[in-house]
């Protein structure tokens, strides 16, 4: 089982940063990949990036040049840094981890994100 602990959402004005961090605890040895996705109030979740434990990243469209996500093996933490926000990115963000094996899905319970315009 592995658990996982969002933070760092909140309200911010368009042209704002934030930054996200998911902390992994459990068979944390078992992740893969880890990655944040989002749900906005009447849109399915999707990915927005993920990074696996080679630290291959990658991104949806919207995000690219904008949004970074990295993770701290050592602390078992992974980090979604979003600069340049602007309303449309406005969402309930959930971190993910795949294991390696099963591919087993584990989320967290998401934070939200509001950006202002």
């Known amino acids: 089982q592995v658990q996982l602990v969002e933070s760092g959402g909140g309200l911010v004005q368009a042209g704002g940063s934030l930054r996200l961090s998911c902390a992994a605890s459990g068979s944390i040895f078992s992740i893969d990949t880890m990655g944040w996705y989002r749900q906005a109030p009447g849109k399915q979740r999707e990915l927005v990036a993920a990074?696996?434990?080679?630290?291959?990243?990658n991104y949806e469209d919207s995000v690219k040049g904008r949004f970074t996500i990295s993770r701290d093996n050592a602390k078992n933490t992974a980090y979604l840094q979003m600069n340049s926000l602007k309303p449309e990115d406005t969402a309930v963000y959930y971190c993910n981890a795949v294991t390696k094996v099963w591919r087993n899905n584990y989320w967290g319970q998401g934070t939200q994100v509001t950006v202002s315009s």
């Open positions: 990074i696996n434990s080679g630290g291959i990243t």
